[in-house]
């Protein structure tokens, strides 16, 4: 790891411990994953890559893979990530897992290998199901899709009603089980909103995040580690 990587990974730790990680917000998860992107970083995984939007994000100097459950265009291996991800310990300096998580059983083996195969840093992000836009629709007597009990068996579906609460206390234990740095930030609006960035400030995060980012850096004691096995 370079010493500018070390210092942005110390930094992420004493930025955490002010305890000011939460009030960071952004608007589109694949800029949050562009701009988090440390300078060492050649390869990228995308876990649930979908149609490989990501992929347009990225700079052109960072090699893209993407994987998923189900077959297409950017899809370069189709696997299901709680059978384990078909690839070897390091073998990408980024893993990139946006809103996928939550559709897992064993969310933490799923996370366990978006960190084995990773070099550098492992993105993520969970949503936040108790939003107010969501309670509203719940009172109006709307179903999400991701939840609905539909006549036939689906293939994909939500197994898990994250709050930003449950999300947070999920990745602190993660980072901490797994010796990672960790940083976040919370999604209010997917454009700027300075009424809704303002009142997410001195209103729960339950309330106003949709989402939340979430940054891991392996430390350089894990790399190396990693390296011996």
Known sequence: MTNETL??????REYQGKGLVTLQLFHS????VASHLVPESRTLLDVGCRDGRLKSYIPPTVEYTGIDLCPGQSVAKVCNIEQGIPYSENSFDTVVALDVLEHTDNIWFAFSELVRVARLQVMLVLPNSYHWKDRLRFLRGKERDKYKLEPQAIKDRHRW???YTTAHAFANHMAEDLGLSLTEAIMVDDRPNWVRELLARVLPHNLMSVAIFFLFVKSEQRVLADRVL
């Open 29 to 32: 998860k694949f800029e949050e």
């Open 161 to 163: 009603l994250t709050s």
């Open 7 to 12: 210092r942005w990974a110390n930094g992420a």
